[in-house]
């Protein structure tokens, strides 16, 4: 099957609502399909040292065991809601169980069209017609394995393809997982800033569309590291650095703050004809409110930047119109409302700074006016506003001209969120509160004078998402049934 094909679904995948919140499952499915093209040769010892590359030593095959069953049941549960009628199917075949013929299964994934996946087992066919057949097959499977050598032999196994951090040394690997190069650096790597795992702080593709493969790495040391910014790398496929870029700059509205910058996330535009990759990348100031979002071309140069008066603590990049370009969908906290909010940028038009009308005396000025595609504003439950300062908008995901998000509304966290939905014009579709939201705020108003139930009235003014920008109307259009 086409390897691109693959990749989408499993970056369809991995986007999925299905897969929120399920980290370790995701990367666990990224590695597999990093190694589908080896993993005959695959061993446990490989995938724990990927996995799990700060518990190297306390991990077992058992461990991996465990993980292959959740993933497999996490896919199964995937393909029986929003995959349902996904064009390929991924599985995880069963390595423990013998066959018949008493061999054990050695693939870890397989990927299958639909059709054949969903195909009944045809009848034998005749001996007439079945020394073609296996002709046709055997043709085939040599233009398969001879497609297969001369790629390899072109791209070789220097082409690099993850990473690990082994105290203050980043280690980059290839497909194998044998290294190709390392780094390392005397003010180390400040674990907060990795807590989640590398892979999110990395970016591993072809930048300048020459058929060379680069190594983006968000840097942040572990040396001072709150007055400390978080530095932007590209290395060439070698491990030359190519530049740096450092976020932010000074600004009036920081009242003598040093121009500190933490980039919370990072992501490479989709090259479209005439128009080249660029970086987005979206970091905020310590410890004020303003936060820049840059686009950086591939020579590490800043192109355009927008500002918000407020933290956009996510970052998405997807197509969200089907036109074949992708929007730039950064969630957070308006500083100015007070509330969480979504805002929408198109790649070309990154400039100017957020309008502040509630709230003047935080507005950044100096940096023109701002074209967002979209600003919305999420109301505030009466849990939110008695117990919080603000809710937050966290991150979303974009599924075939859907997009969903959720919004934080109290402690516990991860949870106590409302979940939105909206079309791809941006009309709400669905509003949900998950259970821990509903059973917090059981919790908190049984001990208060005002106790009270979460109500259906209650839930109807979460559908009241204000539009700051980019519609026609106060608040966006409803189309829930």
Known sequence: MDCAAIGDQIDRIL???????KSQLAKLLEILFHHMDSQITLKPDRVIKELWPEEIRTKRSADVATEMNRLRKALESYYTGEG??????ICLPNRSVASTDGLREKRWIVAEHR?????????PATPRKRPKMIVAIAAVAAICVAAFILVRMFRGDGRPESGRLDGSTLTITNAKGEELWRKSFADGFWPDYYVHGLAQRMWFGDLEGKGQFDVLLLYHPAVDPISRSTTLICYNDRGKEKWRWTPGRALPELAGNPATYRTVAFGVLKATPGQPSRIVVSSYHIPEYPHQIAIVDANGKTVSEYWHSGHLDFLTLADLDGDG??????????NGYRQATLVVLDPDRVFGASTEAARPEIQLHGIGVAQERLRLLFPRSDLNKTSHVYNQAEEATVEHGRTRLSVWECWPRPGCLIWYEFDRNFHLLSVEADDQFRNAHAEFYLKQKDNHPFSPEEEG?????????????EYVPLEIR
């Open 115 to 123: 059709d054949a996946a969903n195909k009944p087992t045809a009848a």
């Open 461 to 473: 003014e979460f559908q009241k998402v204000r539009c700051l920008v980019g519609c026609k109307t």
């Open 15 to 21: 986007h999925s609502p299905s897969f929120a919140g």
């Open 325 to 334: 370009r992708e929007e730039i969908i950064a969630p957070g906290i308006s």
């Open 84 to 89: 349902a009628n996904d064009p390929v199917v």
